[in-house]
């Protein structure tokens, strides 16, 4: 069985603090990580992408793989009140399949 | 369009009828998928094209959804007597290849009454 676990919050950060946001995953071999932002009644939108070990930083999002622990963390730095939202953790198990997504951890940064 | 084009945005039907849904990928993308995202559910995955190879229909929960891409660009979801606990957000995603980066479209949200 594929599965995708996160903590479904909410998670609640002031502004300008850092959030941080976890994911595990079931499969030992699974190749791609993904980071989507889904804002309430809208589509998901892609943060990050992350296929290798350690550290992947673009602006003020950090994703950090670990496939010994089965384990990927998305880091948001100086949170802001438009950050809130709900961040979709998935994972393509294998070549040529779909997303299996998590069920979401909501964020809530406050003013 | 630049995007992945869904339509309806919103579909009302009554239970028992029929529905058509339509995703028009980003071009050139060989890859589409959809999805379904029910109230309090996680996005759970349906279906996969993959260019002309055989679709990938493992999600479907029952026989009375299907789906069809042809000529290897716009797909139509279709779920024949539809039943309440089909009402959800429907959403269709492209990639480039396999595996690449799915774009997401702003999905049709059904209300099956």
């Known amino acids: 069985q594929k599965e995708v676990e996160q903590n479904s919050g909410p998670l609640s950060v002031p502004e300008g603090a850092i959030a941080s946001l976890n994911c595990t995953y079931s499969?030992?071999?699974?190749?791609?990580f993904f980071w989507y932002r889904q804002y309430s009644g809208k589509s998901p939108e892609l943060i990050m992408s992350?296929?290798?070990?350690g550290d992947k930083e673009d602006g003020r999002f950090t994703a950090q793989l670990n496939k010994a622990s089965q384990y990927v963390s998305l880091l948001i730095r100086d949170s802001q009140p438009s950050d809130s939202a709900t961040y979709l953790c998935?994972?393509?198990?294998?070549?040529?399949?779909?997303?299996?997504f998590g069920k979401g951890t909501t964020l809530s940064v406050s003013s | 369009g630049a995007g992945v084009s869904q339509s309806p945005s919103n579909k009302v039907t009554e239970k028992g009828k029929d529905v058509e849904l339509r995703c028009d990928p980003i071009?050139?993308?060989?890859?589409l998928y959809w999805y379904r995202q029910s109230l309090g559910q996680g996005l759970e995955f349906l279906i996969y094209?993959?260019?002309?190879?055989?679709?990938?229909k493992s999600g479907l929960p029952s026989d009375r959804f299907s789906a069809e891409r042809t000529g290897g660009s716009v797909s139509t979801l279709t779920i024949q007597r539809t039943q309440q606990e089909d009402s959800a957000v429907y959403l269709c995603?492209?990639?480039?290849?396999?595996?690449?980066?799915?774009?997401f479209g702003a999905g049709t949200r059904l209300s099956v009454l």
């Open positions: 995603a492209s990639s480039l290849g396999a595996g690449d980066i799915q774009y």
């Open positions: 499969d030992r071999v699974s190749q791609s």
């Open positions: 998935a994972v393509i198990f294998q070549a040529g399949t779909a997303l299996i």
């Open positions: 094209f993959q260019g002309n190879s055989a679709p990938d």
């Open positions: 992350i296929y290798s070990n």
């Open positions: 071009s050139g993308h060989t890859a």
